[in-house]
């Protein structure tokens, strides 16, 4: 099988499947080989670039399991906690079905629950740290159990604790969630509210909700299981208010957001007016209905997908003055 949503053929040294706490624990205190060569941790692959062979071993979490952990009655609020190798949409749709409330907005996005705090996943004004409580891990060096809260992971825009100071220290192996028995629908992003509105639903459920960002999603991005593709490939760039304000005295129609550090810029709005939209290079190709997306033309290589994102990249600066970071990693 291939185990990236890319449809990139790989290889590694080892490949190796964890579905038990058993397991895992006698892998981090006796295999000798994943103390001394390269390892990563491979959840749905939907966000992974494989441009080589993989020098080391590939481990793949197949752990599931989903349960409530507390109530918190005069709140509202439930503590849910869900294994890293459950499917994230499919954890969604289970939060919905049991008035879990909070994961409406996330629905749709491929890959798995371990992933969601290492990415800081977001989508449609919701990220995976406005509903984390805490986060259940493995060291690596010690196999000792450690559990991070919110505020220890330090998320950041598709960032956390996880991918920075303690990069390759820690294996996320499950992910308690802080959610909600009340609904109350997040429409702050605007083709999710204008979705709702056409469609003619006044106050949508959360099924409504999450099946409406389920729409809004694939109407713009591949399917996985008809195009490869990694998602979004590149970070929305953060600039400051004096680059913003130079930007948009001279690009008016320029999409931005105003963020913590200043202005937030659609990425894909800067690799479309780079003349990127729907070009290709080699078997590799920006998605024609999102230029955020690079995509799998067939047969495409991981050196293929480099190549294109290096031009991508080159052709932004060249144009903006703007260095695009890849959300997608390269192994």
Known sequence: MIYNTFGIPATADRY???????????LLQHDTLLHTKPFFVLGGGSNIIFARHYPGTILHLENKGIHLVQELPQSQEVLVEASAGENWDSFVQHCIANGWHGTENLAAIPGTVGASPVQNVGAYGVEAKDIIHSVHTFEVSTGNERTFSRDECRFGYRDSIFKKELKGQ?????VTFRLSR???PDLRYKAIADAIASSGIETPTPQQLADTIAS?????????EETGSAGSFFKNPVVDATQY?????????????P?????????GWLIEHTGWKGRSLGRCGVYSKQALVLVNLGGCTGQEVINLADAVT?????????????EAIIL
Do not use: C, H, N, Q
Request: proline share 5%.
């Open 16 to 26: 190796i499947t964890v579905s038990a706490k058993d397991e895992l624990l006698d």
């Open 170 to 174: 820690y294996i996320v192996w499950s």
């Open 182 to 184: 009340t609904f109350t």
């Open 216 to 224: 809004v999603r694939w109407a713009k991005l591949p399917r996985p």
């Open 245 to 257: 304000e130079r930007l948009k005295a001279e690009y008016p129609d320029m999409v931005a957001y």
């Open 259 to 267: 963020a913590a550090d200043g202005y937030k810029l659609a990425a």
């Open 314 to 326: 080159a052709d932004v600066y060249k144009k903006f003055g703007i260095t695009l970071e890849k």
